[in-house]
């Protein structure tokens, strides 16, 4: 059995995690940032926590015999992915990247496109308005920059307080989130702005939908660059398709 690190976090690890749990000729071991207070426990063995960078995951690899690493993280953890790919390359591990694609803006959408979570602060302009962050918990300090604004902060657990600009209201809540959940919350918070992350994918999107059909703009964060020479599929099954490509391959090799 060929064994498969995950590195997780995403709806797509996990259904790759669910997809090799059934068959037989891969051992996976899915691994977690820790992010998430209470992740859901998987169908195959899990591990939580950093490796210790790039020397941590490359030794992690050689102890644990891991034949094939998968990078299902996020879009945006950057470290991360730099971390895989270096030690995928110190190790001589095959590596591949599942990045799910990014979201377009449509017709009708107001989206103005920033490089980075300060930019969006500033993006956001000097009249105090009503903000919707739908940003993770990791960066809302950049948001202390720009105090004048009321921000309802949703997010999957609850952030730090020290890292709250000061008018902040939380909720908390997991997604996936439908149009008519989305339209309401709207709705409810009055407000006039979200900002997001480019993450892609089905899970969060009905958001920008929503925006959409109440004229909301649509502060979006970019997404760090693609690292250069990583094989990249932007689904499981792609992924799957991969593995299954790589069912003989040797360590090392
Ligand atoms: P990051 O900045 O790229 O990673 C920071 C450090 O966390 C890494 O250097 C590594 O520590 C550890 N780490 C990250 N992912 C890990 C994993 N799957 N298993 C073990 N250690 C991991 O990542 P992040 O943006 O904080 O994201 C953390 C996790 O949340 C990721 O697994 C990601 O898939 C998930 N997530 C992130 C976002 C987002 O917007 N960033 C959204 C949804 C889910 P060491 O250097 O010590 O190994």
Known sequence: MKRVLILG????????????????????????AGATRAPRPPPVPWRVGGFGGVEGLAAF????????????????AAHMKRNAAEAAAITRIALLAVRRPEWRPG?????????????????????PRRVLLTIGQKDLAAFQ??????????????PEEASL???????AARGPFRLPDE???LDRTSVSAIVTKNSGGDA??????????????????????ILPGVETVPDAAGALRW????????RGV
């Open 9 to 32: 976090g995403t709806t797509e690890a996990s259904a790759l995690a669910a997809a090799l749990a059934e068959g037989t000729r891969f051992a996976a071991l899915l691994s977690f």
């Open 165 to 171: 600009p000061p008018q902040a209201e939380v909720i």
């Open 107 to 127: 017709e009708g959408d107001r989206w103005l496109t920033v490089p980075d979570m300060l930019a969006a602060a500033t993006a956001l302009g000097q009249t």
């Open 61 to 76: 690899l050689q102890d644990e015999a891991i034949d094939l690493l998968i990078d299902a993280t996020h879009p945006f």
């Open 183 to 185: 339209l309401d919350l």
């Open 243 to 250: 593995l299954a490509a790589h069912a003989g391959t040797e």
């Open 204 to 225: 969060t999107s009905a958001k920008l939908a929503a925006a959409r059909q109440r004229g909301v703009e649509v502060v979006m964060v970019a997404r760090p660059p």
């Open 145 to 158: 920059a720009a105090p004048w604004h009321h921000y309802v902060v949703r997010s999957v657990d609850a």
